[in-house]
């Protein structure tokens, strides 16, 4: 069964870059998934922030396009996330998830990480 | 962009009790790729259907799903004190993938 575990700064300084990695074990990053980051503000609701296929293929919610970044580490197997030019707003759980390709509801989560955006 | 719109936004019941909570979309969610996550506190939301209708690994009988199109339902047949919970569904057939803002059940 896949895990998975983020891992990364608690805390970002406003108009700095989260960076979060989300490592994979029982599977590997190569198998035919969609890498997802999903976030949490505190008190609210589940955002998608995009997916990632072991090729480099992305796609974005174009919410956060024009600040998201994804990319696969194979020899790692893990993948990750940045998101540049943050702000309070951005302050929420980061989860990892996976679905397979062609049917990618989200069968694995990790446990979530908090990100505070605070100077 | 798919927007899903989940009524009510709570739901006070007692145990034992059924539970049914209602999902809709802006436009049809082609092949039923409706999915249903119940998440508790401090805790990742857990696949619970998918397919609008198909209980995911390990799911109690008493969760059922259905719907297409637009109109998708979660219903819980007899509420086990676990179930207390926030419930949220989620489209995975266009990009952006979205989900509704959540239903929680709450204990009455």
């Known amino acids: 069964q896949v895990q998975l575990r983020e891992s990364g700064p608690g805390l970002v300084k406003p108009s700095g870059t989260l960076s979060l990695t989300c490592g994979v074990s029982g599977g590997s990053i190569s198998s035919n998934n969609w890498w997802n980051w999903v976030r949490q503000p505190p008190g609210k609701g589940l955002e998608w922030i995009g997916e990632i296929y072991h090729s480099g293929t992305t796609n974005y919610n174009p919410s956060l396009k024009t600040r998201v970044t994804m990319s696969v580490d194979k020899s790692k197997n893990y993948f990750s996330l940045r998101l540049s030019s943050v702000t309070a707003a951005d302050t929420a759980v980061y989860y990892c998830?996976?679905?397979?390709?062609?049917?990618?509801?989200?069968?694995?989560w990790g446990q979530g990480t908090l990100v505070t955006v605070s100077s | 962009e798919i927007v899903l719109t989940q009524s009510p936004g709570t739901l006070s019941l007692s145990p034992g009790e059924r539970a049914t909570l209602s999902c809709r979309a802006t436009?049809?969610?082609?092949?039923?790729?409706l999915a249903w996550y119940q998440q508790k506190p401090g805790q990742a939301p857990r696949l619970l259907i998918y397919g609008a209708s198909i209980r995911a690994t390990g799911i109690p009988d008493r969760f059922s799903g259905s719907g297409s199109g637009t109109d998708f339902t979660l219903t819980i047949s007899r509420l086990e004190p676990e179930d207390f919970a926030v419930y949220y569904c989620h489209q995975y057939i266009s990009s952006p993938r979205t989900f509704g803002q959540g239903t929680k059940v709450e204990i009455k």
């Open positions: 436009q049809s969610v082609t092949s039923n790729y």
């Open positions: 998830a996976t679905g397979i390709v062609g049917a990618p509801r989200l069968n694995y």
